[in-house]
């Protein structure tokens, strides 16, 4: 267990836990506070800050010793992303039900894929400093783009569209396998 003890805390896991605590609480909070709970926007939110947290450790202090030590990084890597994206899933989920507000939980698996394969994805072409910059991306267009009946509008606001949209689904999806598998077998970028 002291391996796993160590990797969390080269991966800097108990301060991005912290960020999305936090995140999701004040959002949650605020959001009922201000009348706009059921806005699907705050869960999105949530779910990006995640992401961004999470993109943070996606790469050690070290990237000489990572691809040097004597393990099998791939599963260690997709594991990490899953985790990653099981933790925000389930700090929103409990934030808001917290707060006695309900969340569509089929938009918050699809966004937390989605925006944790974007950070991935991100971490392996931008590297560590700069894998938050897609999962950001991916929400500023959504909350600037208005959502259209085109399927580029769809796919480009994807984070923000019901979770019945096949376009959204099929981004999300494709962000998700897509950078997972490139972060996974490839590693962050130097």
Known sequence: MRWLTLYARSRQVPTALAAVLAGAV??????????????????????????????????GPDLALDRTAAIRWPPRRAAHLLGGAVLAAAV????????????????????????????ALGAAWC??????????????????????????????TWPMLPPGTPAATWAALV????????????????
């Not at 929103?92 to 950070?119: E, I, K």
């Open 26 to 59: 004040a959002v949650s909070v605020l959001g009922r506070a201000v009348g706009g709970a059921n806005d699907p926007r705050l869960s999105v939110l949530v779910l990006a800050a995640g992401a961004t947290a999470l993109a943070v450790g996606l790469a």
């Open 92 to 119: 929103l989920l409990t934030a808001r039900a917290g707060v006695g507000l309900s969340t569509d939980l089929a938009l918050v698996v699809r966004d937390s894929a989605g925006l944790t394969g974007l950070a």
């Open 127 to 156: 590297g560590r400093s700069c894998a938050w910059l897609p999962p950001f991306a991916a929400l500023a267009l959504a909350f600037v783009l208005p959502p259209g009946p085109g399927t580029l509008a769809q796919v480009l």
């Open 175 to 190: 962000a998700a396998a897509v950078g997972s598998a490139v972060y996974a077998l490839g590693g962050p970028r130097r």
